[in-house]
């Protein structure tokens, strides 16, 4: 079956550069999250889009945005990027419409690495 | 803000034995996850739990939604190297809010 596709799977960017992270959920999921996971730290959650509307908002600088699109895909946009910003970043998606209990799937992430 | 707090943080035991791990917190959540997590990939769902009560078993896990909806449980039957790993608990507070995540266990199985 078909699951969450982030890329790229890995990204090096310098101090003040910007970056940007894509996230493809599973086919008929709308719903998209955006976590960040420290090392050894537990994923803290970013973002949520519904239908392409902003749906929650937690811990997100504000030099970070994101957007989802009309295919469901998410990006996630960082820019003036700091040495703190190297993370995992994740993405989840679920189905929202219809079921009430349906899980969230994660992808397999994005390492960033500022230097 | 809601906070899980999930213990032990670490596990260290012999293959065979069982493992049992648990969230708790002051919220009342609707919805309680568990996720396994290898070292630079995502978190893989393991167990959705819906209903205060609700005992779920998938293979040699088995995982409870507490009567309070404030706690859950994840126990691991008869351990093997495969299963080392972080396993984080997840809330939600309710239809397709945030998951909120406890900082986890790591788990270490000798052979």
């Known amino acids: 079956a078909a699951g969450v596709i982030q890329s790229p799977r890995h990204l090096i960017k310098e101090k003040r550069e910007t970056a940007t992270l894509k996230c493809y959920p599973i086919?008929?999921?709308?719903?998209v999250y955006w976590y960040q996971q420290g090392p050894g730290q537990d994923p803290q959650f970013l973002i949520s889009f519904y239908e392409k509307m902003q749906s929650d908002k937690g811990s997100i600088p504000d030099r970070f945005s994101a957007q989802q699109f009309s295919d469901y895909h998410s990006e996630l946009n960082m820019s003036s990027l700091e040495l703190g910003d190297s993370a995992l970043y994740f993405c989840?998606?679920?189905?929202?419409?219809?079921?009430?209990?349906?899980?969230?799937?994660f992808g397999q992430g994005t390492r960033l690495t500022v230097v | 803000g809601q906070q899980l707090n999930q213990s032990p943080q670490s596990m260290f035991i012999q293959e065979g034995e069982d493992v049992s791990m648990n969230c708790t917190s002051s919220s009342i959540f609707n919805t309680w996850l568990w996720y396994k997590q290898d070292p630079g990939e995502g978190p893989v769902l393991l167990i959705a739990l819906y209903k205060a009560g609700e005992l779920t078993s998938n293979g040699r896990l088995t995982a409870q939604f507490g009567i309070t909806r404030k706690d859950s449980f994840l126990n691991i039957s008869a351990s093997i190297p495969s299963d080392v790993g972080i396993y984080f608990c997840a809330g939600q507070t309710g239809g397709y809010n945030k998951l909120i995540f406890g900082a986890g266990t790591r788990l270490a199985v000798h052979p």
């Open positions: 086919p008929r999921h709308d719903t």
């Open positions: 989840a998606s679920r189905h929202r419409t219809g079921r009430m209990n349906t899980e969230a799937f």
